[in-house]
């Protein structure tokens, strides 16, 4: 079940707050990489790949991301989506051109997969929440 709840974090809060506002270490002891990710690394980040969090540890991270994303899209305008960001999501990552439109429509991709696996492995039977 931790390990469960841990995927409702992920490591996806550096691709709003290292990309988007530009934050040079925005990575929460919490999240986690993707597989391919050294995990020497991920300690350097300062993520802790053996965290064992309890469920309601991890929602209150979750939810501090959620609301992260909430108030970019809230302020979001045509200029700023067009913005290109100058960070990559984390060390390691290949510099390449990101838009703030691009960074945001990977968050809400790995939101629908944080969602729907989460539904899979808790055989939740009511859509998640996101008003």
Known sequence: MQRAASTLYRHGRSGTSRTILDEPMPFHRLGLT???????????????????????????????????????????????????????????????PRSVGSRLRVAMEEECSIAATWCATSRCSKRADYS
Do not use: F, K, Q
Not at 45 to 51: E, Q
Not at 77 to 89: K, Y
């Open 34 to 96: 993707h597989t391919g990710y050294p995990p020497t690394d991920a300690a350097t980040l300062g993520i802790d790949l053996d965290a064992r969090p309890s469920y309601a540890t991890v929602t209150e991270a979750r939810a501090g991301r959620m609301a992260l994303v909430r108030g970019i899209v809230d302020n979001l305008t045509d200029t700023e989506l067009a913005r290109m960001c100058t960070r990559a999501p984390a060390p390691g990552y290949p510099e390449a």
